[in-house]
């Protein structure tokens, strides 16, 4: 297969720059390297795309290793024809080369193997030819006491299950027939006890067609079966089936042409539907699966890559009952400075001692901002905390941060090795802190599907959703950049080039020699050899280099062609320590990004980088976004009013709509239908998580803890 070709059109690119990509990633290039320092080689696509490219790469090469298999294993029965391999040739899918190879493969005993064993494959021949001869006189010819053919119709019945399993094998019929089930069948979905409620009640007398079905329904029909709540199956007339396979078969009129049809009415029912209605359904839930694991990665990239809020001390607040509130003060770099056990929700005396504690760590530590986890007593800790702070004087303002994966994180060894003298509870109070600080550094320790912004995660292919969702946390690192002298082993352990080993290696290495003065000096650690630093270097910040443009994303290979454009537009490297080329950008444009581009030795999309770069060193992609929403005052449920229009957070798109942190702990959602006064496709289409929206207040149901909000007219 010409991969290139393939590639091209499937994606819309050039077919040089398809396999530029292939070369590229055969090399050993990682997925961010070649989105941003290739950008020439594929026409400035980004990661994402680029990583669909190399997944697509990787299933047609998987397609043409086992379509190579199939050949094989036919060609050693020797029974491959012209037709055989044409089919073979042209076949697009995996489930394709699997039907042509099913007449093939070695089968457990069968009612059609066990016929062929007493010899009536030659009246099943006969009777598939649909001629003239009576049937009955030639069946007699094979009847045969010994092989087990006592009579007439047992030897017709062992040729029509010869003929059924034909049918059954046949490549071309079992295409036709999924075909016709995708566009006409419908799931149906029935109770497997009435009596019995459960969430899945809306699916106890169900159906929908298999070709319209939204995927989170389909997943939510999947898990009722599972949890043996639901019966699933597809309902479609047999007729509209076996009346195309008849076309394609039946060749005359008569007893024989009868014979055949009843053959074929049986592989249908028996052989055929069953078959291919576990495959339709697989087909159907690996689309939804795909679906949902594309619908969590859209929604991680958004969260990981939320604005940090810089330059602050944090409090963290880890909410509970009975064990108390876990309380951990954090500076400005994450570093652990002080913790304490509250009680805001025991005795009077215990919460007007609580609060003491509260604002003496303000006080003492100078706390900007406070991060409440959104777990349990998460209400009524965010209802102490705005309490507190309408108390004193000091600009303290507070946000709920999502808590998902903190407390498998506080277990971790990890955790263990970042926080040894503190218990786990408090190590989970530093991590709701530092979420808020820097929520990409913070959540790349915990395992992305620990991170919970999805929809039937546990459900969906594990290995899969893995690989996706690590492919967002490394395309998200690798655009934000990392400082080599700060970063932990896990923020370093998603740098393009590094692997776990290495990064603890570098962490290792700074121990010892104290911090990082170059980019160069990473070429000093163990195991990071010429391609690693060639793929890492680039996303790594060293702030304190005497080389200015070690704290920019200017790959090192292009520092000469950096020098000589500063040289070009009369700058000095000092000019990029000072913050002085805000002109640098006008200058270029002035003498022409092509002319300036060739002079200075690099491409157009390789010389904008690198002004933006220039001009704004050290700068961070997430700072460009709006901020989040900090709170200084709390609302209970029962204070929201219908019509009320209140600033909210989205915390989470689903196929359905968005669920909004409105501050009142229990998040409201938007339907679908409530997002855009236009039609829209799918709520991501609007929304990402992280958006400050205003919304108004439809409806809310205080005692089942159910708002329902709207963005129409706001």
């Given amino acids: 297969m010409d991969y290139a070709k393939?590639?091209?059109?499937?994606?819309?690119?050039?077919?040089?720059?398809?396999?530029?990509?292939?070369?590229?990633l055969d090399e050993g290039n990682t997925i961010p390297f070649i989105a941003r320092y290739r950008k020439e080689m594929h026409g400035t696509l980004d990661d994402q795309t680029i990583r669909a490219v190399s997944e697509r790469l990787e299933y047609l090469r998987g397609l043409d290793k086992r379509r190579d298999e199939v050949y094989g294993l036919i060609e050693a029965q020797e029974k491959m024809t012209d037709e055989i391999s044409a089919a073979l040739e042209k076949a697009e899918t995996l489930a394709e080369l699997e039907d042509i190879y099913r007449p093939f493969r070695p089968k457990r005993k069968t009612r059609a193997s066990v016929a062929k064993e007493k010899g009536l494959e030659p009246l099943a021949e006969l009777i598939f030819a649909q001629g003239s001869e009576q049937l009955e006189k030639e069946a007699e010819k094979y009847i045969d006491p010994e092989k087990g053919v006592e009579t007439v119709e047992e030897a017709i019945g062992g040729a029509m299950d010869i003929i059924a399993e034909n049918v059954s094998d046949n490549a071309e019929i079992r295409k036709r027939v999924k075909n016709i089930i995708r566009?006409?069948?419908?799931?149906?979905?029935?109770?497997?006890?009435?009596?019995?409620?459960?969430?899945?009640?809306?699916?106890?007398?169900?159906?929908?067609?298999?070709?319209?079905?939204?995927?989170?329904?389909?997943?939510?029909?999947?898990?009722?079966?599972?949890?043996?709540?639901?019966?699933?199956?597809?309902?479609?007339?047999?007729?509209?089936?076996?009346?195309i396979i008849e076309r394609l078969l039946i060749t005359g009129k008569g007893e024989l042409s009868d014979k055949v049809k009843e053959a074929i009415a049986d592989a249908y029912t028996r052989l055929i539907f069953p078959s291919v209605e576990n495959e339709i359904r697989n087909e159907m839930t690996e689309k939804a699966d795909e679906q949902a694991i594309g619908l969590f990665a859209l929604n991680l990239r958004n969260l990981l890559m939320q604005p940090p809020v810089k330059g602050h001390t944090a409090i963290g607040l880890d909410p509970g009952y009975r064990t108390g509130c876990k309380l951990a003060v954090v500076d400005k770099t994450g570093r652990v400075l002080d913790t304490a056990v509250i009680y805001p929700t025991h005795s009077k005396a215990q919460i007007e001692k609580s609060k003491t504690t509260l604002k003496n760590m303000i006080h003492k530590y100078h706390a900007g901002i406070i991060a409440i986890g959104n777990g349990t007593a998460s209400k009524e800790t965010e209802m102490f905390t705005a309490e507190c702070l309408g108390e004193i004087d000091d600009k303290v303002s507070y946000m709920v941060v999502s808590e998902a994966g903190a407390s498998v994180y506080s277990a971790s060894k990890l955790a263990a090795a970042e926080m040894p003298e503190l218990d786990l509870t408090l190590r989970s109070a530093v991590s709701i802190a530092r979420r808020l600080?820097?929520?990409?550094?913070?959540?790349?320790?915990?395992?992305?599907?620990?991170?919970?912004?999805?929809?039937?995660?546990?459900?969906?292919?594990?290995?899969?959703?893995?690989?996706?969702?690590?492919?967002?946390?490394?395309?998200?690192?690798?655009?934000?950049?990392?400082?080599?002298?700060?970063?932990?082993?896990?923020?370093?352990?998603?740098?393009?080039?590094?692997?776990?080993?290495?990064?603890?290696?570098?962490?290792?290495?700074?121990?010892?020699?104290?911090?990082?003065?170059?980019?160069?000096?990473?070429?000093?650690?163990?195991?990071?050899?010429?391609?690693?630093?060639?793929?890492?270097?680039?996303?790594?910040?060293?702030?304190?280099?005497?080389?200015?443009?070690?704290?920019?994303?200017?790959?090192?290979?292009?520092?000469?062609?950096?020098?000589?454009?500063?040289?070009?537009?009369?700058?000095?490297?000092?000019?990029?320590?000072?913050?002085?080329?805000?002109?640098?950008?006008?200058?270029?444009?002035?003498?022409?990004?092509?002319?300036?581009?060739?002079?200075?030795?690099?491409?157009?999309?390789?010389?904008?980088?690198?002004?933006?770069?220039?001009?704004k060193p050290g700068r961070d992609p997430r700072d460009e976004l709006p901020p989040p929403l900090l709170r200084t005052d709390v609302l209970d449920i029962k204070d929201l009013k219908e019509g009320m229009e209140i600033m909210g957070t989205v915390r989470n798109v689903i196929d359905f709509g968005a669920f909004v942190d409105i501050g009142v702990h229990q998040d409201g959602l938007v339907h679908i239908s409530q997002i855009s006064e236009k039609r829209i496709k799918h709520p991501s289409d609007v929304l990402s998580v992280g958006d400050v929206i205003k919304v108004r207040v439809l409806s809310v149901d205080a005692d089942k803890g159910r708002i329902s909000l709207s963005m129409k007219n706001v």
């Fill in 6 to 24: 393939k590639l091209s059109a499937e994606f819309s690119i050039k077919e040089e720059y398809a396999q530029n990509i292939i070369n590229l």
């Fill in 437 to 615: 600080q820097d929520p990409l550094a913070e959540l790349v320790k915990i395992e992305p599907k620990a991170i919970g912004v999805g929809q039937y995660q546990h459900d969906m292919p594990q290995k899969r959703l893995s690989e996706a969702l690590d492919g967002v946390v490394e395309d998200c690192v690798n655009t934000v950049g990392a400082d080599l002298n700060t970063a932990s082993p896990a923020l370093l352990s998603r740098v393009a080039g590094i692997s776990k080993t290495v990064s603890g290696n570098i962490v290792a290495y700074r121990e010892e020699n104290g911090a990082f003065r170059s980019r160069n000096e990473l070429k000093k650690v163990s195991k990071l050899g010429p391609k690693a630093f060639e793929q890492c270097a680039g996303f790594l910040r060293v702030a304190e280099s005497s080389e200015p443009l070690d704290n920019t994303a200017v790959h090192p290979e292009s520092y000469a062609a950096a020098k000589k454009l500063l040289e070009l537009c009369g700058f000095t490297s000092d000019d990029i320590r000072e913050g002085r080329l805000g002109e640098l950008e006008a200058k270029v444009r002035s003498m022409g990004l092509a002319d300036t581009a060739e002079k200075v030795g690099v491409g157009v999309p390789t010389l904008e980088d690198m002004v933006k770069e220039l001009t």
């Fill in 183 to 243: 566009l006409n069948a419908f799931i149906r979905t029935k109770a497997a006890d009435a009596e019995k409620d459960s969430v899945y009640r809306n699916y106890y007398d169900y159906s929908e067609p298999v070709s319209r079905i939204a995927g989170h329904r389909l997943l939510a029909i999947n898990r009722g079966e599972k949890e043996g709540f639901l019966k699933v199956g597809l309902d479609i007339p047999a007729e509209k089936c076996t009346d």
